[in-house]
């Protein structure tokens, strides 16, 4: 059964950038759609960001779009996320998460929790 493992998270001052990975184990990267999501204390998961099979498409929600970067390494089965100008609402556990093309995320990996504080 596929597994996703999201790492990279950690504490950052504001303004700082991280990279946050998404390694995946039985399970083929470039077969799945893969998204972002984080979940802050007391608050709903949100999906942040997307990228598509081999077309590559991405997408950005509006809160991290223009400072944030989604792409895919296929040769090491790995997608990454980077967040730059980090903000103390960036503050919540990251998730990767997967999907085949038309249907649900069925792959989720454990969080990584990003701190963004001085």
């Known amino acids: 059964q596929g597994q996703l493992e999201a790492s990279g998270g950690g504490l950052v001052q504001p303004g700082g950038s991280l990279k946050l990975s998404c390694a995946a184990s039985?399970?083929?990267?470039?077969?799945?759609?893969i998204g972002w999501f984080r979940q802050a204390p007391g608050k709903e998961r949100e999906g942040i960001s997307c990228i598509r099979t081999s077309e590559g498409d991405t997408w950005y929600a509006g809160s991290v779009e223009g400072r944030s970067t989604i792409s895919r390494d296929d040769a090491s089965n790995t997608v990454y996320l980077q967040i730059d100008s980090l903000k103390s609402e960036d503050t919540a556990v990251y998730y990767c998460?997967?999907?085949?093309?038309?249907?649900?995320?069925?792959?989720w990996g454990q969080g990584t929790q990003v701190t963004v504080s001085s």
């Open positions: 039985a399970v083929t990267l470039d077969t799945l759609a």
């Open positions: 998460a997967g999907r085949r093309p038309g249907g649900d995320y069925e792959y």
